[in-house]
């Protein structure tokens, strides 16, 4: 059996992580690490039944006791995706975010050189801050305020990856970096607070659609389908290739059409109204992914009404 551990495993990419690879890999041994600050268990209630998927509750800014070593011991690969990621759930508690980012990825680094496995770090486009290159290729170093509200989480992700390079040089660990751009599906919590589930439960409760700011801000949303392709090609690509990779959808869309879009498929009647946009909120982002073309032959392939509908779908059978 190939032992893999998801951290973040019990949230919204982690838990559809998981079940993609006890899918598609039937030597897979999945171990879920997750402190259910926004993980939830009805995301892995399905993957119980399964004997080769396990759970252990733990916060991974501690350092692992020697049971849980134990318990963890043969791991293959490491994807550490623990850390909450929608803007007000990330700035809850701004310093365990840092701390889960610093601290996480070294116990899950110190984890992978002990064991000499594949480790993997969900990165995200917030390492290019408010961006004065676009699109944003991976070699743009960024433009992050270090002081504002979002620093926690963007600088915690910052450090995260220059750790990763340390481990590659110093211990030659084997260390991938993706790049996240937002993304959304099914599995995402009700509560979550990110645009694409605010915006589909306000058209379906027939609710006023709140856009922060004016709308003409841009994102470019990945179907979650997609992107976990992405991250499992890249956990699999050649010896050395580190990245760091951008993983998402180019079409860029304004905030205001997504909720144009979105309005659309609920055939929902919602006004909507406009509130004062958060500090440090990204005038605009989208990927540039040639490099994930070259590297992993991958590129999303559901537009954003199949995506969508597919998730407003979820909601609806959610709600009921
Ligand atoms: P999520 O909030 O749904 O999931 C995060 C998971 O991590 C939850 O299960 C949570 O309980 C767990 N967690 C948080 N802190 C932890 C800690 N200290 N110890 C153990 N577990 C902890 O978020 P998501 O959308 O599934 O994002 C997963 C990862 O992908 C995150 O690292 C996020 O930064 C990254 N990412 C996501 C997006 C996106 O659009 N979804 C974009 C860029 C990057
Ligand atoms: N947003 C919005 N209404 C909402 C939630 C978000 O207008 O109910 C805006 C937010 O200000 C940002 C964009 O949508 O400009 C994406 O926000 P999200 O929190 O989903 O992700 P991030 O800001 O981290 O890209």
Redesign the pocket.
């Known amino acids: 059996m190939k032992k893999i551990v998801v951290t973040g495993g019990a949230g919204f990419l982690g838990a559809n992580l998981c079940r993609k690879l006890l899918q598609e890999q039937a030597d897979a041994e999945v171990i879920c690490i997750d402190n259910f600050f926004t993980g939830r268990t009805c995301n892995i209630e399905d993957l119980r039944q399964d004997s080769r998927f396990s759970v252990l509750r733990h916060d991974i800014v501690d350092a692992f006791t020697s049971k849980e070593l134990a318990q963890l011991k043969g791991v293959r690969e490491i994807y550490n995706l623990a850390c909450p990621a929608?803007?007000p759930h990330y700035q809850a508690d701004p310093v365990h975010t840092t701390m889960t980012s610093v601290l996480g990825i070294y116990h899950m680094l110190e984890l992978a050189r002990i064991e000499g496995a594949r480790i993997l770090q969900a990165s995200t486009s917030?390492v290019y801050g408010e961006p004065e290159v676009h699109p944003q290729v991976e070699s743009y170093r960024g433009n992050v305020n270090c002081d504002g509200i979002r620093a926690c989480y963007d600088e915690g992700k910052r450090c995260a990856e220059s750790l990763m390079f340390d481990y590659h040089r110093t211990y030659g660990v084997e260390t991938k970096i993706i790049r996240i751009f937002?993304t959304y599906g099914p599995g995402m919590d009700p509560k979550d607070?990110?645009?694409?589930s605010?915006?589909i439960l306000e058209c379906l409760k027939g609710k006023p659609i709140?856009?922060?700011?004016d709308?003409s801000?841009t994102?470019s949303l990945c179907y979650v389908d997609d992107l976990l392709e992405g991250m499992v090609r890249m956990m699999a690509s050649e010896s050395g290739f580190t990245g760091p990779v951008n993983l998402g959808n180019p079409e860029e869309q304004t905030?205001k059409a997504i909720a144009e879009r979105i309005r659309r498929l609920t055939e929902s009647k919602s006004e909507i109204i406009y509130q004062p946009?958060?500090e440090d909120?990204?005038t605009q982002?989208r990927p540039d992914i040639t490099l994930a073309v070259e590297k992993l032959g991958w590129r999303p392939n559901i537009s954003a009404d199949e995506g969508l509908k597919h998730t407003i779908a979820y909601f609806q059978a959610f709600q009921s």
Do not use: A, H, K
């Open positions: 929608s803007p917030e937002n607070g990110r645009v694409v605010n915006f709140t856009i922060y700011g709308g801000q994102r905030i946009l958060p909120d990204p982002r």
